[in-house]
């Protein structure tokens, strides 16, 4: 041990070689410098302690006279045996609490979760090591409050391509995870507002707001989205909304209550939409749905989006797209902030982007889920008069509506029992009432294709399906 840390107080009555001698005492007695610890040099003491070379060798000779240390030849000074020293009053240690593991399922149906082993780690590799280089050390610096220009670019371009997202990239905000920015969204719109959610819908946001004063009333949700036609007698001033692909049911925001929203936004000045455009990405058939900002001609539409489910989701990289004058407060309310991101894995990001490797990768997992998507419905479609599927035309899950004469929990306990982990509609929504039938969001991107077959007829079996 070269040094270890103690607090001396200089103005106390106590003399310095007292207060260490006293300190080292507790840390032995107390089981934090175990028998045989070396105790630094009394040179290298002192000189971290800021004290002379005498009040460091009188603590030890003290300490070694009443047994607490020994004197090694020519090695220097080490803790003795607690248990020699029958004097010491004895203390229970503390058990450190520690949290719970979480448990482990042959089969999780969880709907956000990827397939991981398809990832391009090689081509990733590449572009980390070229950013990684001794050129890039201005990378090691803090960045842009709003994140690397380079990426903001990169993200820029595609929303425009993809999305039809029209915007500069100065209006962009990347983040790590959209729930940092929703949070600074919370914080930018104040604490005022009465948000509008989805119902059932991301639960995420409701968590977020009920950190804040704000309140947020449940908007229901129908084969066209979300109810447009509630707001006029809800006192909401945001809503937060997933068009292209509502989660979880996978309904597509219609035209017309497209319009009637971001009518409904330009009647005030402090109305806002937030458009979370989730799972856009994986659409499996007919034209991709434009994005509600493409529409929006008043400046009333915040885009999220995110490269968790497209990329991968620890990489923790969201951005958001705000209309040019909550630009302006977030740029003033926000000003002391860093970017939330390392600057190297958004230049990593960039460069995947830039080189063109992202939008092979995207078109290639569009495959894969399709295909796992199409082998999941193949196997449900002999049970279609007891169970219904909803939302199979996108994303990474499905919503089964269960009719076997089981309630919600009876099947959670099933599926539980057969070693498997299944997330029942009940978990997204605010209001908590009876439904005609249990129903269920069943993620299948993660589950090897090869797997699918066993792990759907499993849950099948324990469900009572014949």
């Known amino acids: 041990m070269e040094s270890f840390w103690c607090e001396l107080h200089r103005d106390s009555s106590v003399p310095l070689y007292e207060q260490l001698y006293t300190y080292i005492k507790s840390e032995i007695t107390e089981g934090r410098l175990p028998y045989g610890t070396k105790l630094p040099s009394k040179r290298k003491m002192a000189e971290f302690l800021k004290v002379s070379q005498n009040t460091i060798e009188t603590a030890y000779e003290q300490l070694q006279a009443e047994g607490y240390v020994e004197v090694k030849a020519r090695k220097g000074y080490f803790v003795q045996a607690s248990d020699e020293l029958e004097y010491i009053p004895r203390h229970t240690k503390e058990e450190i609490k520690t949290l719970p593991s979480k448990e482990q399922y042959q089969y999780n149906f969880h709907p956000s979760q990827i397939d991981p082993r398809e990832f391009p780690f090689d081509r990733w590799r590449k572009h980390a090591r070229n950013v990684v280089a001794p050129e890039n050390h201005h990378l090691l610096l803090l960045g842009d409050t709003l994140g690397e220009m380079e990426l903001r670019e990169e993200i820029r371009h595609y929303l425009y391509h993809s999305r039809g997202v029209k915007c500069h990239p100065d209006q962009i905000v990347v983040g790590a995870g959209v729930e940092v920015l929703l949070q600074q969204l919370v914080l930018l719109l104040g604490s005022d507002k009465i948000y509008g959610i989805e119902d059932p819908g991301y639960h995420m946001m409701l968590k977020i707001i009920q950190h804040y004063p704000n309140e947020a009333i449940p908007i229901s949700v129908d084969a066209e989205g979300v109810q447009v036609e509630q707001l006029q007698d809800l006192n909401v001033d945001i809503v937060y909304t997933t068009p292209s692909h509502h989660f979880p049911y996978g309904s597509v925001l219609s035209i017309n209550r497209r319009h009637k929203l971001l009518t409904w936004a330009e009647e005030n000045t402090e109305r806002y939409i937030i458009e979370d455009d ?32 497209s990329l991968m989701p620890s990489i923790r990289i969201s951005y958001m797209v705000l209309p040019n004058n909550l630009l302006d407060i977030f740029k003033q309310k926000f000003a002391h902030y860093h970017s939330t991101v390392s600057r190297i894995d958004q230049v990593i990001l960039a460069s995947f982007m830039k080189s063109g490797d992202f939008e092979k990768h995207l078109n290639r997992m569009r495959k894969i889920y399709r295909k796992k998507l199409e082998k999941v419905l193949s196997l449900l479609k002999t049970y279609e008069e007891s169970i219904q599927l909803i939302g199979e035309h996108s994303g990474l899950h499905i919503v089964l509506k269960i009719n076997n004469d089981h309630t919600e929990n009876e099947l959670i306990d099933l599926s539980a029992k057969a070693n498997m982990k299944v997330y029942p509609l009940s978990n997204y929504s605010l209001k908590k009432g009876v439904q005609d039938a249990p129903q269920f969001l069943l993620g299948f991107a993660h589950i090897p294709e090869h797997e699918l077959e066993r792990a759907i007829n499993q849950l099948l079996k324990a469900w009572h399906f014949k």
């Open 278 to 309: 989730y799972d856009s990405e994986f659409r499996y058939s007919g034209k991709t749905i434009p994005s509600l900002h493409s529409m929006d001609r008043t400046e009333k539409v915040i885009y999220l989006g995110t490269f968790s489910k």
